[in-house]
């Protein structure tokens, strides 16, 4: 009997299987006896020109933390260095390995090898070496600024140890308060993460998200972030009192925004601002007055037909107009009614002045008092300095530091030491009898001067820097504080700095 087999069918037949693309094999090198593979198409080759092979700090600090997580490609070497291991790629990862490995030895601990693919068909096969470099870098496609900040987000917010949070951070080449910024910093729209990314670390990011949408933001903290720099102190002294300008504009064009819609909504004409009014029909319902000579209120000119307002160009406020006062029948008032004085313009240069520095020396404030408070949390003992104004300032007779006393006041103290004030909802004749009792019982003996210290600064803070302390005449508590906290590596504001430097001879005196 014969047995005949059925034709098969082309579309039963399975494709032909998987096979692998090359032949190599997996080891653990040590990186100290690895060359790089003449063929290796990225060379550093012209002197005084950045290297492009070197390790960056980041790559070195990941590397240090959980060693080489990439395969290098090596293929055997022939000439000179016959029985080596040349590298084709992943030089970058070897040099940081090399890195690692010598503070390992100097530290006293064992190093990590390199994991990689030995390709032993490449032997003598220079053209296919050279080929897999370039293919291996060109094809490379660097992970983007978004990329980057969401994977730190995710690990921030992860159910891990602190511990582990660190040690993943310290992998990516970040700081635990990067790791954390890192939820803020993602808040920013693809447009400025791009654009900032390449200069601002992760908390600078989520610093820029909060005021990205105001003019000029970025170039305003880069400019800031250099004047740190330069400075050399390591501190964001700069950086902060830009950012904290920067939220105070934020927060006054909200405030216009919402002013401007409240206006609309309630059928207001809104005009612009005018410097000299009495050069328009339109004034201000402060510059007029009722046929019987009373000022006139908002609420008494809402039903005028003139009846109209703009906003201050200094603060967030509506001012109240009428665009056709006198044909409206309305009255100058005894203030307006006179003639312009000869020198008026002087005079509203000089408020304007007042009113740019006012906001300038309020602005300097958080950021000062900001430095205070983790100034109070050093760890140990005090510097010398410190103690020498502490004693000085308790020991002495000034009326200022008596007149503070007087007033028992706990509001800045807790601030500075970050606690929550114990008179906060205290009348000011049932004042709490002790009221850092508990902090003082539970502070070791390296700590107590934190609470001396505290008072002091707020002391200086309550009498000597009150919103009118930039005005002639300066006190000498104000240009010696400052002194005091530039000296403990604080940046002064530009309206700080030149207040210190307004009074030479009393600044550098206090300086020394």
């Known amino acids: ?38 063929y290796n198409h990225r060379q550093h080759r012209t002197e005084g020109e950045p290297d492009g092979t070197e390790p960056d700090p980041d790559l070195i600090a990941s590397v240090e933390e959980v060693g080489v997580q990439s395969l290098v490609l090596l293929r055997p070497q022939t000439g000179d260095n016959e029985g080596k291991l040349g590298i084709i790629f992943g030089q970058r990862r070897c040099k940081a390995a090399i890195i690692a490995a010598d503070k390992a030895n100097d530290e006293g601990r064992s190093y ?6 030995i390709r032993d068909d490449l032997r003598g096969v220079d053209d296919e070496a050279l080929t897999l470099s370039v293919i291996e870098n060109k094809h490379r496609r660097d992970a983007n600024a978004r990329d980057y900040v969401e994977a730190a987000r995710q690990l921030s917010l992860m159910p891990l140890p602190q511990a582990a949070k660190e040690r993943h951070a310290r992998a990516l080449g970040l700081s635990a308060a990067e790791l954390s910024a890192a939820g803020k910093a993602s808040k920013l729209d693809d447009k400025n ?73 309630a059928g207001v004409t809104l005009v612009d601002w005018h410097w000299q009014w009495r050069e328009t029909p339109t004034r201000p319902l402060t510059d007029l007055a009722t046929a ?19 906003l201050n160009p200094f ?7 009428c665009t056709r006062w006198q044909a409206n029948q309305h009255k100058l008032s005894p203030e307006a009614s006179g003639s312009a004085a000869p020198n008026a313009a002087e ?53 200022t530091y008596s007149r503070y006393i007087s007033r028992q006041r706990t509001d800045l103290i807790s601030t500075f030491l970050k606690i929550k004030d114990p008179n906060h909802d205290s009348e000011p004749w049932r004042r709490v009898q002790d009221p850092f009792g508990p902090l003082i019982a539970r502070t070791g003996p390296t700590a107590r001067w934190r609470l001396l210290f505290a008072q002091v600064a707020a002391m200086y803070e309550h009498q000597a820097m009150s919103d009118q302390a930039w005005r002639d005449p300066i006190s000498k508590d104000t240009t010696d504080w400052l002194a005091f906290l530039q000296r403990q590596k604080y940046a002064l504001s530009d309206v700080e700095a030149e207040v210190l430097d307004t009074v030479p001879e009393r600044s550098s005196g206090t300086a020394a």
């Open 1 to 38: 009997m014969t047995t005949t087999t059925a034709p098969t069918s082309p579309d039963s037949t399975e494709p032909p299987p998987a096979q692998p693309a090359f032949e190599g094999r997996f080891a653990w090198v040590d990186p100290y006896e690895l060359v790089i593979d003449p």
């Open 112 to 117: 990590m090898l390199v994991p990689a693919l």
């Open 193 to 265: 993460l791009s654009a900032a990314a390449h200069d601002f670390d992760l908390v600078e990011l989520a610093d820029y998200q909060e005021v990205a949408h105001i003019s000029n933001a970025r170039s305003r903290l880069e400019a800031a972030k250099a004047r740190d720099r330069n400075d050399g102190a390591g501190t964001r002294g700069h950086w902060a009192h830009a950012l904290q300008c920067l939220k105070d504009e934020a927060a006054e064009k909200a405030k216009r925004a919402q002013l401007k819609q409240d206006l609309a909504a």
């Open 292 to 310: 019987l000579g009373t000022p006139i209120t908002a609420d008494q000119h809402a039903k005028c037909p003139g009846h109209a307002a703009t």
């Open 315 to 321: 603060k967030p406020k509506v001012v109240w107009l």
């Open 347 to 399: 005079m509203a240069a000089k408020r304007r002045r007042t009113i740019r520095y006012n906001a300038a020396w309020r602005q300097a404030r958080p950021v000062r008092q900001e430095f205070i408070a983790n100034l109070c949390a050093r760890p140990g003992d005090a510097p010398d300095e410190i103690w020498k104004l502490i004693l000085t300032t308790i020991t002495g007779t000034s009326d």
